[in-house]
């Protein structure tokens, strides 16, 4: 069954409204539905057949009636069986009075419900027809609600039968903002969908556009949110060529050294780890901070001591001897800095001025450590600007403060209704989606978000009046405080698509190329932090735009949006303009990278990154995204309550449960990383406690760490040296942060353990004191007993924590996204998308072919069969096409005339096609399969692969119309439309 989706419009009746006004569009509605009437009420099927299917007069803009271009595009080949069609009317009772379609959609329903025009149908184009007719507000939330429950109706009721229905969106005429807000339906549920495009001059049988898929989406997104393990890993199982960037190279060999020699990092190496982290800005950003800059002076400090022989000891040196051999902490290093420069004065050596003028590292890394803190704005920018950071900084790293919002306006022929776009965008607060998305918008003093407006406009001279409208309006819009608005002018480009003629129908294959194409050098030149296309205009520009921005936005990690806008009246009868963002802008693939990039986060307990990379999505995943930051805005409420710290301890239990359950599969750095989180998360300073007490005392005398042992009551404290065995552990949690990269020395969260249970005389962890066993615990196993004994220790000390559901709430995320994860569409990996048990396939094809799936698979090589079917053609009229000759553009014989062949039909094929045989398939070639929809025994090589010179040497798939199963049975009642029905396009 095939589902059409079309949002009724004026040209369903024929009835051609462009350049008239309003009250010349009522009139001529009115005549177009009294007329359509007349045949109903007299039962003239054969009439209602004409004004459905014929093309009207000749002086109109349409070729043919909207419905008619799609109905054709959908008729079986010749021999096909019959396809079952629904068609959903979507029709508007919103909007000024004369625009309703309401009026219209009931005649055009009543009409496909006629036996004369349903058998009609069936006789002429050998579709069975019905019709159904949903409203469809202007106002996305509300109006779409009905065809998302309507589809997903009709959805499983076909899965019932297991199969699952084609749907195809009208995008030729209606209200853009419902088709759109259509297509967003049928993109939620996750169909296979269509969008029905016009044709072109002369053409009787719309365009079905296909979504392109960008599998490489994943990778890119981990790479740009500083994955690089993760994006690594991806790229090594699905497209290994993505390994080969020098830059991506260089940051997966220094995780690598950081895994295996610690020690050994440099200070570039924690530049470029800082820079990461930084990028990123999420909480706890600034953990390397600390590290880099005391390295960062010990290399300049070294350079000095090679230029000066007597040169003082470096200043860490100088600090560990006076703390009795301890590691410093960076701000006793600065505090010496201040001594030596006060002591020198002029001669102050320029490691201790570099130092005591980047003090403010020390604030950083601090707040990151022991508050858990993201970063602010500022900071991040301070951080990224520095010379020693910003080289390190990957081109294809995002980061807060580069680029801006750009939206991208198609300006129609028509004067706006009410307030121009660029005046709604600017006088109106950012979205909350957008802002989630931008990098660092969310930040501490992020402050305004930055707008740019790219106008897109025909040659037609009404259309650029309406461009430089909007750019005016831009000039003296009331700017939201949201908005940054500088001294100079918001930037605003303009760019002249053509299109000139006023017919959408004539015009549409070319303005989709053109527009294609100039946003695509747009955005390589702008790289804007987001994208923003405005559904105004020739809907050819809007998609034009769209197919674009999804194509450079999945390549470059950048959030992408539709967004329209309705004009909505108050109690005071005002009108407020209110954007609504349409969710069918980001691909399935780009989607499945935004889940991947969230589980990423959340397995890092990123939050933050978590949370902007899910409100990048669509509907569903911004919920997703409100949860994650309720998460977040937990955790730090309970970290940082200095006021009655131990009330939070179960949220604090529940994140060391969590770290212990995410740590096996936990990259090192993510590693250190949680350690640091954990460590700070159960350290407080303020007084009044009786849980959350570190045991600051435990060292070699007091003979290692017993956990058998009772904890002792509150009342006996005083009375006793023991604090209780989940204070030791608390201690050992904190004193393991100390020994790590990120902090102020060069080990691992493993051997930082060890060294710390070795300074209590290697007695390890005694379990039992009634057993002299003493082990040797993980990490993991350090957070899970410190667990038992908090809970244990809170009962015994009649603290009663408040209850927690924050780990089931991690998990619960988590698994939802997991579960998203699986339930996407297949990549090309995806190999066992076509299980077809053939026992033969016969190569029908000139030449062997080779299937190489690229994945450690061999090769498979198909011998040609010596038979060749080909496509028989009628004998075409030749004319002559002139075109420029570009290798003498400006000479005397600047054009050359070329022959054309036009109107060649297809008439058969020679020799003709084997007869199907049970568990056999034949290889052709596209074109072929795609003339006998009908025959699912039909494959062909896809997604091939070139050498050097561009020469096929195998592909990577085979691909077929119907379905595996189908396929495997030879036979099947499917039938799909041929290449120059369904799958021409306007690329």
């Not at 084609?166 to 969008?195: E, F, P, Q, T």
């Not at 590290?291 to 000095?304: G, P």
């Not at 390549?555 to 992408?560: K, R, S, V």
Request: with cysteine; hydrophobic share 40%; charged share 25%.
């Amino acid at each position: 069954m095939t589902i059409i989706v079309h949002p009724v419009g004026q040209g369903d009746l024929r009835n051609d409204i462009v350049g008239l006004s309003s009250l010349e569009r009522q009139d001529a509605q009115k005549e177009a539905q009294k007329k359509t009437k007349d045949l109903l009420d007299a039962k003239d099927a054969e009439g209602l057949l004409g004004l459905l299917l014929e093309p009207p007069a000749k002086d109109s803009r349409f070729s043919a009636p909207p419905l008619s271009l799609i109905l054709r595009s959908l008729c079986p080949a010749a021999g096909g069986p019959t396809r079952m069609v629904t068609v959903l009317l979507l029709v508007s009772r919103s909007g000024s009075s004369g625009t309703w379609t309401s009026g219209i959609g009931e005649l055009l329903g009543n009409a496909l419900g006629l036996e004369g025009v349903h058998d009609g149908l069936l006789r002429k184009l050998r579709l069975d027809v019905r019709a159904e007719m949903l409203n469809a507000n202007l106002s996305e939330a509300e109006g779409i609600k009905s065809l998302t429950e309507r589809l997903g109706s009709l959805v499983s009721s076909q899965a019932q039968e297991g199969t699952e229905p084609d749907v195809v969106v009208n995008a030729i005429s209606g209200a853009s903002m419902i088709a759109l807000g259509a297509m967003g339906a049928a993109d939620r549920l996750g169909l296979d969908w269509r969008a029905a495009v016009a044709p072109g001059a002369g053409k009787d049988t719309a365009v079905l556009l296909d979504r392109t898929s960008y599998e490489t989406a994943p990778f890119h997104w981990l790479r740009s949110l500083g994955y690089i393990e993760q994006a690594r890993t991806w790229a090594g199982e699905y497209q290994p060529e993505l390994l080969d960037d020098d830059s991506f190279k260089r940051l997966c060999d220094l995780m690598k050294r950081l895994e295996s020699k610690p020690a050994d990092l440099t200070a570039d190496d924690l530049a470029s780890l800082l820079a990461l982290d930084m990028a990123r800005a999420d909480n706890g950003a600034g953990l390397v901070a600390r590290a880099w800059a005391q390295k960062h002076y010990l290399t300049l400090h070294e350079q000095e001591s090679k230029d000066d022989k007597d040169a003082p000891c470096n200043l860490v040196e100088e600090a560990t001897k006076r703390g009795s051999g301890k590691p410093p902490q960076l701000g006793h290093v600065i505090a010496l800095a201040l001594e030596r420069a006060n002591e020198l004065g002029d001669d102050c050596p320029a490691s201790v001025r570099w130092l005591l003028e980047h003090g403010w590292l020390n604030d950083i890394g601090t707040a990151a450590v022991h508050d858990l803190a993201a970063p602010s704005a500022s900071e991040v920018t301070k951080v990224l600007a520095l010379d020693e950071i910003a080289p390190r900084l990957p081109d294809w790293l995002a980061r807060p403060g580069r680029g801006a919002v750009l939206f991208i306006v198609p300006c129609g022929v028509g004067a706006p209704r009410g307030m121009h776009v660029t005046e709604r965008v600017l006088s109106g607060e950012p979205d909350k989606e957008i802002r989630r998305a931008v990098p660092g918008a969310m930040l501490d003093g992020a402050g305004a978000l930055t707008a740019e407006f790219l106008l897109l406009h025909s040659s037609n001279p009404r259309s650029k009046k309406t461009a430089l409208d909007e750019a005016a309006a831009s000039f003296t819009a009331r700017v939201d405080a949201g908005w940054e608005r500088q001294h100079t002018p918001v930037l605003v480009d303009l760019c002249d698509y053509g299109g000139d003629d006023e017919s959408e129908y004539v015009a549409t294959p070319s303005i989709m190329r053109t527009v294609k194409a100039q946003i695509a050098l747009a955005l390589g030149a702008k790289r804007p932090a987001a994208v923003v296309i405005v559904g105004t205009g020739q809907k050819a520009a809007v998609l034009g735009a769209l197919q674009a921005a999804q194509a450079w936005c999945a390549g470059h990690a950048a959030p992408l949006f539709l967004q329209t806008f309705v004009d909505e009246r108050n109690e005071g009868a005002r009108k407020r303009s209110v954007p609504q963002l349409h969710r069918l802008a980001l691909h399935n693939d780009a989607e499945h990278a935004l889940r991947e990039a969230a589980l990423h986060s959340l397995r890092s307990l990123n939050l933050l990154s978590a949370t902007r990379v899910l409100a990048a999505g669509d509907g569903d995943m911004d919920e997703l995204a409100d949860k994650c930051s309720a998460l977040r805005q937990r955790l730090l409420e309970v970290a940082n309550d200095e006021e009655d710290p131990d009330r939070g301890v179960g949220v604090l239990i529940d994140l060391l449960k969590t770290v212990a359950d995410l740590w096996e599969k936990a990259p090192e750095l993510t590693r250190m990383r949680l350690a640091v989180v954990v460590a700070e998360a159960l350290n407080f300073k303020t007084s009044g406690r009786k849980l959350l007490i570190r045991n600051n005392n435990l060292g070699p005398a007091s003979g290692g760490i017993d956990l058998g042992r009772p904890c002792p009551k509150d009342r006996g404290e005083k009375e006793t040296r023991d604090k209780g065995p989940h204070r030791d552990l608390l201690e050992v949690l904190y004193r393991v942060r100390n020994h790590l990269v990120v902090t102020h020395a060069d080990g691992l969260v493993k051997p930082a353990l060890r060294e710390v249970l070795k300074d209590l005389e290697g007695r390890g962890i005694q379990t039992d004191s009634s057993s002299k066993e003493v082990v040797e615990p993980t990490y993991p196993d350090m957070l899970r007993l410190t667990c038992t004994k908090l809970e244990e220790a809170a009962c015994a000390l009649g603290v009663e924590p408040a209850q927690s559901t924050w780990k089931d709430d991690v998990d619960r995320l988590m698994a939802d996204l997991e579960s998203r994860a699986r339930a996407r569409e297949p990549r090309a990996g995806d190999h066992a998308a076509l299980r077809v048990p053939a026992t033969v396939l016969v190569n029908l094809t000139p030449h062997d072919v080779v299937i190489d799936p690229g994945d450690g698979t061999p090769p498979v090589r198909f011998p040609a069969s010596g038979t060749v079917p080909h496509l028989v053609l009628s004998e075409p009229q030749w004319e002559t096409l002139t075109v420029a000759d570009p290798a003498r553009p400006d000479g005397p014989r600047a054009s050359v005339g070329l022959p054309l062949a036009v109107g060649a039909t297809w008439q058969g094929v020679d020799p003709p096609l084997p007869e199907p045989r049970p568990h056999t398939l034949y290889l052709t070639s596209r074109v072929v399969a795609e003339h006998f929809p009908h025959r699912t025994d039909l494959v062909w090589p896809d997604d091939l692969v070139r050498d050097a010179e561009g020469r096929v040497i195998a592909a990577r798939r085979l691909a077929c119309l119907a379905s595996a199963d189908d396929c495997a049975a030879g036979q099947s009642e499917r039938s799909s439309t041929p290449t120059d029905r369904v799958r021409e396009n306007a690329e």
